[in-house]
């Protein structure tokens, strides 16, 4: 009877606890999910959990408060506002140098909710320790790509020289010896002897001349074709690929991150010139992220270098900066005039129908060509090649152009005009649009002055 | 013995052909063959063009160092003969505080030794807000709010843009819990940055800037930018007054 007393008294004490423990733990549950919701509005936009970023990384900051030495309950004070902490505690003053830019002012966070705060912090995993476990397999390097694929195109054409000489050797060889064979078998040694090349090969090339004309017929029409095509290659630039001083991958930014092209190549509503964003534009984005623990970290090491940042501790900027050269890809001659503006503003031209989609461009930017612009959903099909003039022409010969919507005076005002011109309008309006070619965009001097 | 011949001379008119175009290896960095370089290369000043090599000489005195270029110091562009506009345009009087050198790599422009974030909270819009121009400037806004701020900060302004969802970014704030800031804190924030976020004063100038202060109130406030038929600005109850907003 006793042992079953104390068996039940046992039994109701494990039950105790296991509902004091549920119900603690629910209590630890709503306190991390206060710290959360606590942290993200008041803290995350300085903060982060293991990141330093305006304000250094909180994770375990109560202990490093406390094995540095700091005050008893001076980062509470120091939340509430850092000044006073500052004041009174040597260990904040320090903290306060961190960075020169002051840490807003919470009085009103009581003890009980910023240790729910940094409770919360000290519960979340550490996101860099699990990427470079991930990302160690995974590496993608467009610069090294890019590489290989040159040296692979030069060794090709090593081979075919290698091949071409050897080749001559063969028939240079074969030639001499069916030389000095048909000399030896010869029945009439004299007459044969005094022949020299030339003569032998005219006399062959005689006795075989049908043969030959063709031959020479295929190879002088061969080497004008060849001739002709390589004129029509110059000033052809579909498909130029030149190297650039960072691995920039345009599907990071413009896809995965949804980046307005815009917002690097900001001068293309404004100037003849899209623009190349300076480097404090890839700060705005890049003082935070440094790509620690991934392949491309060095690539944003080059940013930081070139900007003058200094990402240890608090980060700052140096001033001492060492500029990017980016290489120009869409090369134009100086002789066409082209203004980003008027296509993209006035012509309301999407991006993508000249430079393609970059928002899956891995590798490193490259004229696209026409093939690769017409698979894109969207775009006007043309059949020329990308940046020619044939190109540039057919484009302005189907492209309609949205004159009369009061958004640019010049059109509003041929609108005007031709409202008067009623048979012109409608011999325009045959094809159902006015084109850009109708307007002039045909004119030699809209581009070439 | 003509087979033979034949082939021989097959062979070599093949082996010459190779050779010929396989001698035509180009270099990656360049865009190819030009007829007339003169026609092709700029004497006068273009951007993004390399000046030590014209007419193919190498002047290495002109190099390239830097290929996107700041404007210089104490130049102003050209805002047309509109002196409303151009009084808008007109250099801004608030100046960085002296931290912002290291802290957003501020360098050669005039910073000041006071808080002129905090002196900002004064400054009004200067582009008032009426009945006629507000769908007007609102609509640009949204423009240019799309092309240089959705990326982070949202469509909707809450600080869940592509950058934030994506993972790439964090410790963007929500627009509706940042309803204390004046107009000109929220000018100088863009114009100088604030915290994590750069100066975006090379991306966007004085009128494009307040316009934005515009739209991003919309986000604090559903009736901003509404004007009924009296024009008259449609107000919301719970905060009239911290919108600072006058017909």
């Known amino acids: 009877m006793k042992i079953s007393n104390i068996q039940m008294l046992n039994g109701l004490r494990k039950l105790v606890s296991t509902v004091l423990m549920i119900c603690l733990s629910l209590l630890n549950f709503n306190a991390l999910s206060q710290g959360e919701a606590l942290f993200k509005s008041k803290c995350a936009t300085c903060h982060q959990t293991h990141k330093n970023g305006t304000g250094p990384k909180l994770y375990q900051v109560r202990d490093k408060w406390a094995s540095g030495g700091a005050k008893e309950g001076s980062i509470y004070q120091w939340v509430n506002n850092w000044q006073t902490a500052a004041a009174s505690d040597p260990y904040a003053a320090e903290v306060s140098k961190w960075s020169p830019t002051a840490m807003s002012a919470f009085p009103d966070l009581k003890k009980e909710e910023i240790d729910a705060i940094l409770d919360w912090v000290d519960a979340q995993p550490d996101p860099a320790a699990a990427s470079a476990t991930a990302g160690a397999g995974g590496a993608t390097d467009g610069s090294a790509g890019v590489m290989s694929e040159e040296s692979e195109e030069d060794s090709v054409a090593w081979i075919w020289i290698v091949m071409g000489v050897i ?36 006399a062959w090339a005689w006795k075989n001349k049908i043969y030959v004309g063709i031959t020479t017929l295929v190879l002088v029409i061969s080497l004008i074709v060849g001739f002709f095509q390589t004129l029509a290659t110059v000033g052809v630039v579909e498909g130029y690929q030149p190297s650039q001083p960072i691995a920039f991958p345009h599907d990071a930014h413009a896809g995965i991150n949804g980046i307005d092209c815009k917002y690097c190549h900001n001068s293309v509503t404004k100037s003849k010139s899209a623009g190349i964003p300076t480097v404090n534009v890839c700060m705005n984005c890049h003082k935070q992220i440094n790509g620690e623990g991934k392949p491309f970290a060095g690539e944003i090491q080059k940013i930081y270098k070139a900007a003058g940042w200094d990402p240890s501790g608090a980060g700052k900027y140096t001033g001492k900066v060492s500029p990017i050269v980016w290489n120009k890809v869409h090369v134009l001659p100086d002789h066409v005039y082209f203004n980003h503006s008027q296509h993209v503003v006035v012509g309301g031209i999407d991006c993508k129908q000249c430079h393609g989609d970059m928002t899956t461009m891995k590798e490193a930017v490259k004229v696209q060509p026409i093939e690769e612009l017409n698979k894109i959903e969207g775009n006007i099909k043309l059949t020329k090649p990308t940046l020619t003039m044939g190109w540039c022409i057919e484009c302005h010969g189907v492209k309609e152009v949205a004159i009369g919507n009061g958004k640019n005076a010049y059109y509003d005002e041929i609108h005007r005009r031709l409202k008067k011109d009623k048979a012109l309008y409608r011999k325009y309006l045959q094809d159902g649009k006015i084109t850009v070619n109708e307007l002039g965009g045909w004119e030699c001097a809209k581009c070439h002055y | 013995m003509k087979k033979t011949f034949l082939t021989v001379f097959g062979f070599s008119a093949i082996a010459f052909t190779l050779m010929f175009t396989s001698s035509c290896t180009s270099n990656p960095d360049s865009s190819g063959y030009e007829y007339m370089p003169d026609m092709y290369r ?202 600072g907003l006058k017909p």
């Open chain 2, 42 to 243: 700029s004497p006068a000043i273009e951007a993004y063009v390399d000046y030590a090599e014209i007419r193919g000489k190498e002047v290495t005195a002109l190099k390239s160092l830097l290929s996107a270029k700041t404007p210089p110091r104490n130049t102003i562009p050209f805002y047309g003969t509109d002196s409303t506009e151009v009084k808008l345009m007109m250099p801004n009087l608030r100046k960085a505080n002296v931290s912002f050198k290291e802290t957003h790599g501020l360098f050669g422009i005039d910073l000041s030794l006071l808080d002129e974030y905090a002196l900002a909270i004064n400054d009004k819009n200067a582009i008032p807000l009426t009945a006629k121009n507000s769908e007007f400037i609102l609509k640009n806004g949204k423009e240019l709010f799309t092309a240089m701020c959705q990326h982070c900060h949202g469509e909707k302004g809450d600080g869940n843009g592509p950058m934030v969802t994506s993972g790439a970014y964090a410790g963007v704030p929500n627009y509706a819990n940042l309803t204390a800031l004046s107009d000109g804190q929220i000018f100088y924030s863009i114009y100088y940055g604030k915290g994590m976020m750069g100066a975006h004063n090379s991306l966007l100038n004085k009128k494009e800037i307040w316009t934005l202060v515009h739209y991003v109130r919309q986000f604090q406030d559903a009736n901003y930018g509404k004007f009924d038929e009296n024009g008259m600005a449609v107000l919301t109850a719970a905060n009239s007054d911290t919108t």
């Open chain 1, 167 to 202: 080749f001559i050797v063969i028939i240079m060889a074969v030639g001499g010896v069916r030389r000095q064979l048909s000399i030896a078998t010869s029945e009439d040694p004299t007459s044969q002897e005094k022949l020299t090349y030339t003569e032998e090969f005219r």
